[in-house]
């Protein structure tokens, strides 16, 4: 079993900052990309920003410059520094993780449940 457990969602007013992590735990060999989601409510899920195992990072235009992006591989967690957040980041915010459970393995697309993100205008 593997889970990955978001935290760090809040509420927090325009031009605030929050810090999201997520930690997988359970049978892992190894954890490739890992990346962070966003649905807000009647839109589709988007992604935000992803980082390969090695520190490359890739970013949605919306959030450049504005969101980071870091993981500690030791600690199998990813992280999203979010600052200077508008009113259009609200959303529900969720961490995935291309895991392989095995030496020389599949490896598979896990989710996390997601944490709410609001920004107040």
């Known amino acids: 079993q593997v889970q990955l457990v978001e935290s760090g969602g809040g509420l927090v007013q325009a031009g605030g900052s929050l810090r999201l992590s997520c930690a997988a735990s359970?049978?892992?060999?190894?954890?490739?990309?890992m990346g962070w989601s966003r649905q807000a409510p009647g839109k589709q899920r988007e992604l935000v920003a992803i980082?390969?195992?090695?520190?490359?990072?890739n970013y949605a235009d919306s959030v450049k410059g504005r969101f980071t992006i870091s993981r500690d591989n030791a600690k199998n967690t990813v992280y999203l520094q979010m600052n200077s957040l508008k009113p259009e980041d609200t959303a529900v915010y969720y961490c995935?993780?291309?895991?392989?459970?095995?030496?020389?393995?599949?490896?598979?697309?896990?989710w996390g449940q997601g944490t709410q993100v609001t920004v107040s205008s």
């Open positions: 995935n993780a291309d895991i392989a459970r095995q030496p020389m393995g599949v490896t598979y697309d896990y």
């Open positions: 359970g049978s892992i060999f190894s954890i490739n990309a």
């Open positions: 980082i390969t195992s090695i520190g490359s990072t």
